[in-house]
């Protein structure tokens, strides 16, 4: 009987090592792919320069962890064990709440701490570097007036802050709570008179007036009809500061639908076997009022994915010219001619729109503009021949450091590029971070005189061909 059961759990084991083999080499069975960032790895070449130099054995220990056969389902029923046995998630990322509320983990810490120390351990630095973006902000806003553009800031909510009671108890953040960039900002902005949505104030109003969730309990951006009746109030807002006359949103009865994306999108990042209950989800359908004496205005988004709702939501091309969206003041998405913003004429890009949105949520307001606002500034009081002169001028001054100049020449040999316009470049990028230090006029709260007089030219001619 022994022998039996021995060979059957030899055969069996045999078998099942067969399975894995084949699912590895020729997949039989397609399963769900797991959710989250996963970097792509090719398989590996097998040759005598591969084998000799241990590069294909280091590569196929690579590849085979991201292809073993049944990974996606036994990583999922393995972070099932861990949710069911130990009440935690598996993924740094996600922390698990009250109730099986999901949260990102930095908003958690924002809540309990502030993400002020991820920037700097000393709150009055702290004070400072915001006193710097609301300043120059409220500057940015003044000079684009002057252009009949017109600049705001969308605060969005972190989920901590419109559910608190759901969010799990402290155990990892124990240092003292710093500065929030939210409170700064909301009584900085007015006292500056910055043009600004307050929806933090808005939804902690609706939380307990409202049938529809504002965020979802799977999700970590506001739920999909609260962005819809959000960005209805963007829309009057915009109105109000620029005077025009735009399309408006028809918004429908909510009605309960199977979960769209995002709502559940950190539960995606879980990659649990079973989803997790949740309360039914709303959704409203959204029209635009087909209206003849509305303007189409160009429309630039700059801010964290909390836009995606937006894009999600919103038929913002009948709304709107253009609505390109600069993803943290980087990647650039809805516009044909730019991925980068490293690629972009600022000058024109200003000149060419109508309004800018600042979309951030409470938890990025630590990046406010993300390093748009100092350029901005920049390039609308100066034109490229005057930064250039104060470029050559810091060029001057690296020169005379003899270990920073044989960095420059040891960086051209790798680029390829020449030692000046290795320099040229660090320049301009230093003046356009922190342009307050090259010009004197750009410091404090008065107005700077100067004035790019480039931009109507671009203007005028970019009014030209819409």
């Known amino acids: 009987m022994k022998d039996l059961l021995y060979k059957i759990l030899f055969f069996s084991t045999i078998v099942v090592l067969l399975l894995f083999l084949a699912q590895t080499v020729t997949p039989f069975v397609n399963f769900k792919p797991l959710g989250g960032v996963t970097e792509k790895v090719e398989k590996p ?9 241990g590069s294909w054995q280091r590569f196929s220990d690579d590849y085979f962890d991201k292809h073993l056969g049944f990974r996606e389902p036994l990583i999922r029923y393995y972070n099932q064990y861990i949710w069911n046995l130990f009440k935690e998630s598996n993924n740094p990322s996600v922390m698990r709440g009250k109730d099986n509320w999901l949260f990102e983990d930095i908003y958690v810490r924002e809540h309990y701490e502030s993400l002020m120390y991820d920037h700097t ?16 902000l409220w500057k940015v806003q003044k000079l684009l007036e002057e252009h009949n553009i017109y600049i705001f800031v969308n605060i969005a909510p972190g989920k901590n802050a419109i559910y608190p009671e759901y969010l799990p108890e402290n155990r990892f953040y124990l240092r003292p709570e710093g500065l929030h960039a939210y409170e700064f900002y909301k009584k900085r902005f007015d006292e500056l008179g910055v043009n600004y949505i307050d929806n933090v104030a808005v939804f902690k109003r609706l ?5 529809y969730p504002l965020f979802p309990k799977k999700g970590g951006h506001w739920s999909n009809i609260a962005s819809v009746y959000v960005f209805d109030s963007i829309l009057r807002y915009m109105e109000d500061i620029g005077n025009q006359n735009l399309r408006n949103l028809i918004i429908g009865k909510p009605y309960i639908a199977p979960t769209r994306d995002p709502d559940d999108d950190l539960e995606h990042l879980l990659n649990l076997a079973f989803p997790i209950p949740s309360p039914p989800n709303y959704y409203v359908d959204v029209t635009v009022i087909d209206d003849s004496t509305a303007t189409k205005p160009y429309f630039t988004v700059i801010g964290d994915s909390y836009h995606w709702n937006f894009i999600f939501n919103i038929p913002l091309l009948d709304i709107f010219q253009k609505v390109p969206y600069w993803y943290y003041n980087y990647i650039i998405y809805g516009d044909d001619e730019n991925t980068s913003t490293l690629d972009l004429d600022l000058e024109k890009e200003l000149m060419r729109t109508d309004y800018i949105m600042l979309n951030y949520s409470t938890m990025s307001l630590y990046r406010l503009g993300s390093c748009f606002l100092p350029r901005a500034l920049l390039h609308l009081c100066y034109d490229k021949n005057t930064i250039d002169s104060v470029a050559f001028q810091v060029m001057e001054s690296m020169k005379e450091d003899k270990q920073l100049y044989a960095n420059f020449l040891e960086e051209s040999k790798i680029k390829q590029k020449s030692v000046e316009q290795l320099m040229y470049e660090f320049a301009i990028y230093l003046i356009k971070e922190n342009p307050e230090k090259y010009f004197e006029e750009l410091n404090g709260e008065k107005m700077p005189t100067s004035r790019n007089k480039n931009l109507k030219k671009k203007q005028t001619s970019d009014n030209n061909q819409k």
């Open 207 to 211: 939380k307990n007036n409202v049938d």
């Open 121 to 136: 351990n000393d709150t009055a630095e702290m004070r400072r570097i915001f006193e710097t973006e609301a300043l120059r």
């Open 45 to 53: 070449k097998l040759n005598f320069q591969s084998y000799a130099d």
